[in-house]
């Protein structure tokens, strides 16, 4: 006779998911509009990620990281493009373990950051909000699945 037994370990991240998607979305949109005040607004999306990750006690290497980039945009602003391509090459090595495809989003527009600096606002704007999406369709596709669960 077979039996089938399935396991699922689930830690709720929606609050999480969610304040990272609109914190992207929000500041994906900000590039794009004020590309000038660029290193504002990614220094304070780095704050606001690692206050994010901190309260969330989701990674201290993640959250130190985050914060340490922030840090280092607003000493040397004229280092943006190699800073942030930077953080989302680290970024995206430890999302390579826990999300793929998000991983290797974000070791591609490091690599393009890197390729063509003088776009960074736009191509920070784009990862910004794809990643912003990318974490709404996972919040979207955790609820399905847990209301299927349930039922």
């Known amino acids: 006779m077979y039996q089938h037994v399935r396991y699922t370990i689930y830690r709720p991240s929606g609050q999480r998911k969610i304040l990272n998607a609109v914190l992207a979305i929000a500041t994906g949109t900000l590039a794009f509009i004020w590309p000038n005040f660029l290193y504002y ?18 990674s201290s290497f993640l959250t130190a ?4 980039t922030a840090l280092f945009i607003f000493l040397l602003p004229e280092l943006i493009p190699y800073t942030f391509a930077f953080f989302l090459g ?10 793929p495809p998000l991983g290797i989003i974000s070791l591609i527009f490091a690599a393009l950051i890197l390729a063509n600096p ?24 955790e ?6 669960l349930e039922s």
């Open 41 to 58: 607004i990614v220094a304070g999306y780095l704050v606001a990620l690692s206050l994010i990750l901190f309260s969330f006690r989701v």
């Open 65 to 68: 990281l985050s914060a340490l």
């Open 90 to 99: 680290i970024f995206g090595l430890t999302l390579l373990f826990s999300v």
């Open 118 to 141: 003088g776009s960074v606002a736009y191509m920070i704007g784009a990862f910004l909000l794809l990643y912003g999406f990318i974490h709404i369709v996972n919040f979207i596709q």
């Open 143 to 148: 609820a399905l699945d847990r209301r299927q």
